[in-house]
């Protein structure tokens, strides 16, 4: 499907273009002698001349380090095995914590509307309270600290002061079921666990002292559990042998003596969603991490130290990980814990207005579900600080961009990005000094040699087909924990395309040099041979005013495959032959044929991760009576109880 003469739905005045850092960027490159006429220019040397734009990246942001060396990378053409600079010695928690002034950090907002603010000073000092207690405890480099945390400042801390020893962070949410959390803390023998003593959810207040008792019961390497007082009443003594976060904190230190680590040491392990097994613990470093987050947030997000920076993330999500590094451009962060729609649909929006949010992040599917509220933000809001707004999980479906145009605001960078754990980051998102159009996330990002390639390996434009990278880049992952021969690394991204990282991911290079995402590849349907990326039905199907939401998947039937749909619908409305028939022909009118499903059924409910995404193949499994190994990852594991032993799929 080409895509020729769009209009954009938005484009950057000129004095924003000159104003962005992308601009001030290209600039600092003219003064070594290179210069770019577009971005498109500029993003083509970045993935031809690699090892020269990263090093780049590392000038203009002025990466704190002992030192650097003289070596860009090492094996450039290996995937995997490349090495960036193999001689570099740096600290992450010292690059973030680079400013320690009396300008706020973080801000913390609840559910309940209790607000907490410190201040960059403040941050470093409470950082260097618990490294000290840390250090104290043992903790060195290489040991794993994890956190089971929501959405706070103590979270941020315990990371900060976790990387400032050259230790591992890790970190899920407290919706995790026991189970989940075992899975994941027990693969990586975690020596500290940082935890809380509650949380509150949907107006729920849930004390997590069972819960964490269970757990720490069975992680048989923890040599400390750390409690934090976050629903307070004393729930944290409930707790078998906690400390308290007050007492466990060092309140006589003052200064951190930042550990000095090579570039591709452990900072981050961070898990799959573990729908169809134990979760992959996927290991990202220091210096890969700190390049790639500062690219993003500098360049692509134009994030500056005058910029508020929210991002509605969980700690079980790699969104958290992406946000914090806001804070090495001495940016606010913004934190926001509980349900984005308590107690009512425009808390978010009242939040950007009460802190003044100018980057505002969230999920594809929270503007959907924005706007099937009826919520019109731009007639009962002022937002007049947000410059961006910023949506993952999913794909954002063409509908949503003009939601937000229409109705939340007009002149407004709306960036749909794609990347993923498994990067830390992203391989395609927005840009301050490009055009935004309908459907199509911006641009492929700098210094990632990213391509589309057909079933045959071939590289294919205005095409649909896998989203490959072609080159090394510093953010892929230094490996796999206990993966020590590689084997299951090298099957997870390079067994499809020989030295080629393939992403999992259907997708489309657009005629604007932007990325169009179909969902993942192994949820591709694949009816008579004809792929169809299950993005492209629901974008059709939630069109129609009594769908809330749906998932699409591909059943055995007849040795062929026939696409099963179900929907989950408003309140009160029931599934009839009527509505059967308009869902079909909206799908028939705006997709084709193909796309129309064979099956339509109603569910209570849909399967979501923990992290929010919808799950196709724990649903794939069930109707095919096969075992969905671990519910544990799911947030609601109850869902799939809609899809057993339907007769309309007999």
Known sequence: MSQTQLTPLWQPSQQRIDNSQMAAFMRFLAKQGLSFSSYDDLYQWSTEESPAFWASVWDYFDVIASQRGNQILANPTQMPGASWFPQARLNFAENLLRHRDERTALVFVNELGERQSISYAELYSRTAQLASALKQQGVVAGDRVAGLMPNCIETIVAMLATASLGAVWSSCSPDFGVQGVVDRFGQIEAKVMITVDGYYYNGKRLPLAEKVNAIAGKLNTLEALVVCDFIGEDAALDITSAIRWSDYLDSSASEIEFVQRAFNDPLYIMFSSG?????????????????????????????????????????????????????????????????PFYPEPKRMMDLIDDEAITIFGTSAKYLSALEKAGEKPRQSHSLTSVKAILTTGSVLPPESFDYVYRDIKEDVCLSSISGGTDIISCFALGNPVLPVYRGQLQCRGLGLAVNIYNDAGEPVRS???????????????IGFWNDNDGSRYQSAYFDRFTNIWAHGDYAELTAENGVIIYGRSDAVLNPGGVRIGTAEIYRQVEKVEAVLE???????????????????????VQLDDSLRDKIRKTIRANATPRHVPAVIEQVADIPRTISGKITELAVRQVIHGEPVKNTDALANPEALDNFRDLPALR
């Open 275 to 339: 729908t169809t097994g134990v979760p992959k613990c996927i290991v990202h470093g220091i210096g890969g991490t700190l390049l790639q987050h500062l690219k993003e947030h500098g360049l692509h997000t134009d994030l500056t130290a005058e910029d508020n920076l929210f991002y509605f993330t969980t700690c079980g999500w790699m969104m958290w990980n992406w946000m914090v590094s806001g804070l090495a451009l001495g940016a606010q962060l913004t934190l926001f814990d509980g349900s």
């Open 550 to 572: 749906s998932i699409a998947v591909g059943q055995h039937w007849q040795d062929d495959e026939r696409v099963v749909l179900f929907v989950k619908l408003r309140d009160g």
């Open 463 to 477: 095409e649909k087909g896998e989203l490959v990278c072609e080159k090394p880049f510093p953010s892929m992952p």
